[in-house]
């Protein structure tokens, strides 16, 4: 993409750890304390062939429907 560069890529992490962070630390917190109420929480990890990580998305939907 055009506006990859350093300057833009510094600018995402900092928005993922200001916002995006605190919510999955939130979720997983919930989620521990066994609440049914609580939503299911899962990771993925990324990196890797999109088909690979689309896969073990798509496993982790079926076996948790």
Same mark, same amino acid.
């Given at each position: 993409?055009e506006d990859?560069?350093?300057e ?7 928005? $993922?750890?200001?916002?995006t962070?605190p919510?999955?630390?939130y $979720?997983?917190?919930?989620y521990?304390?066994?609440? +049914? !109420?609580a939503?299911q &929480?899962?990771? &993925?990890?990324?990196v890797g062939?999109v088909? +690979? &990580?689309? !896969?073990?998305?798509l496993?982790l939907l079926?076996?948790n429907v």
């Open positions: 993409r990859d560069c350093e833009t890529i510094k600018k995402r992490l900092k928005v $993922y750890h200001e916002l962070e919510l999955v630390t $979720y997983q917190t919930w521990q304390t066994g609440d +049914a !109420q939503p &929480v899962h990771q &993925v990890n990324g062939e088909e +690979a &990580v689309f !896969q073990q998305m496993n079926k076996d």
